[in-house]
Structure formats: C-alpha cells, structure tokens
Nanobody, 127 residues
Framework: QVQLVESGGGLVQAGGSLRLSCAAS????????MGWFRQAPGKEREFVAA????????YYADSVQGRFTISRDNAKNTVYLQMNSLKPEDTAVYYC????????????????????WGQGTQVTVSS
C-alpha cells in the first residue's frame, strides 16, 4: 500500500505560480507511475498530468500543456506539479495518484487506472 500526502496549495492571483508536492510512503515509490488530477466544484475529476515511474515520460492535459510541469524525485519519494501562468479556471482541489508500474497497461489520463489517492490540496486562483 502507498500513502500519498499533497501539499503546496493555496490562494494565488491569476498569472501567478504554485508548486504542489505529493509525498509518498509505504511501498517503493519508484514502482509507481504517478498522476495529478483535479476536481472543481460541481465538476467531474479531470486529468492534469502524469509521469512514468522512471520520470522518462510525461503527459499533460491540453488545458495545462505549456503551463504546468510534472516531475519526480524517487530519492525523496515525491512527485511535483509546477504550475505557472495560473488562470481562474485552474481553481480546484488537486489530487495525486499512484498506478503500479508492473501493470501491463496504463491509461494515464483515466482516474480508474490509479490505485492510491491522496486527500487533495486546494488551489484557488483569483482574477
């Protein structure tokens, strides 16, 4: 089992930046592909970004491509989401999630693919 704890959320003005962190404990962090998702009030949870277990491959939603960067430090058991040029529509609770890398398939944009989830961190972008 993997325990995930997000941090780094907060209130920021449009155009500003935030860096989210997700610290993992439990089983070997490097055995998991990681993803970031978000959920705004009244909306479904949506994919934001994902990174492979090695960090070699990254994937982004079109809405954040070029503004957000996902990275990981396996030595620190942490995955990051650097968010720049934030917009009010980025306001949501952001969740990190883990997908076992030994799985034969990984649909990185599907929330159903991820076995473990953090509790979420609130990001609010004011206009």
């Amino acid at each position: 089992q993997v325990q995930l704890v997000e941090s780094g959320g907060g209130l920021v003005q449009a155009g500003g930046s935030l860096r989210l962190s997700c610290a993992a404990s439990g089983r070997t962090f490097s055995s998991y592909n990681m993803g970031w998702f978000r959920q705004a009030p009244g909306k479904e949870r949506e994919f934001v970004a994902a990174i492979s277990w090695s960090g070699d491959s990254t994937y982004y939603a079109d809405s954040v491509q070029g503004r957000f960067t996902i990275s990981r430090d396996n030595a620190k058991n942490t995955v990051y989401l650097q968010m720049n040029s934030l917009k009010p529509e980025d306001t949501a609770v952001y969740y990190c999630a883990a997908h076992p890398a030994y799985s034969n398939t990984w649909v990185w944009s599907s929330a159903y693919e991820y076995d473990y989830w953090g509790q979420g961190t609130q990001v609010t972008v004011s206009s």
